[in-house]
């Protein structure tokens, strides 16, 4: 299990079970397109609450 938690206050904003699906929660859900470009013409700003750690933890086995 993998979840995407905040570095500063420890928030979870996601869980998944694979790193990929964290990786792609953070790209769909903290992306905005903009009219803004970067050097590669790109039209997308991320807007991250906080920096973002994904983090392996173990599930709790009943």
Known sequence: MHVVAGLNTGT???RA??????????NENMA??????NSRGDNI???IPEPL????IKEKKS
């Open 17 to 26: 079970k694979y790193q990929s699906e964290c990786i792609r929660w953070i």
């Open 12 to 14: 979870e904003y996601y």
């Open 32 to 37: 905005k397109h903009t009219e803004s470009h």
């Open 53 to 56: 750690i994904i983090k392996h």
């Open 45 to 47: 700003k991320v807007d």
